[in-house]
């Protein structure tokens, strides 16, 4: 590799710079920035930055026919995550269809987290596990429909932790029944 003297060239509102330091990352190894300190820097431990004061667009997919399986926009990270991030504001992702899939293999994993709630919004809504599906909750869960179906190709149960002894008048019919029960067991042995 063929080592480069630092090099810096001032122009009319713009500065091009190679081999020049970059505050925590090294040295440089191709930037350009601008008075208003925009611009782009790529540094030689493979790092890039690249600063906009105001809005960012990027246009793509203008020549490509709907309905192509060329997408128009990839982001590959090989190694390493990705992180959106908007500390001051939303991430809106907004599309004719959006599918979030975890793909590796027996961890694939999706997971969507709120810190004060979490929506799904739908004239239909479908939930499908090929193993168990658990709904929890540390208070109430309320599940409501003009018509509810509970089915199960084995056995179902509801049960509820309030003590069947005082629950309803049912439930003290069913204990006086059992303690009937228990006296002619104990008077007939």
Known sequence: MIE???????????????????????????????????GLIICKNGNSFYTVNGSSLELVGTNIDYGSDIPAKTIDAAFGDI??????????????????????????E??????????????????????????????????AGSYTDIHASTQTTLSSGVDADSSSILGQIIAAIKKFKDF???ICN
């Open 110 to 143: 999706v997971t969507i987290q709120g810190s004060k709630i979490v929506k799904m919004s739908a004239p239909n809504v479908e939930m499908q596990s090929s193993g168990a599906a658990t709904i929890a909750a540390a208070q109430g869960v309320n599940i």
């Open 83 to 108: 992180h959106l991030k908007a500390s001051n504001g939303t991430i809106i992702l907004e599309a004719k269809n959006i599918r979030i899939i975890g793909v590796d293999g027996s961890e694939g």
């Open 184 to 186: 002619f067991k104990s």
């Open 4 to 38: 480069r003297e630092p090099h810096g060239k001032q122009n009319p509102g713009y500065r091009v710079e190679s081999g020049t330091d970059v505050p925590g990352q090294g040295e440089s190894d191709y930037s350009v920035t601008t008075d208003k300190g925009q």
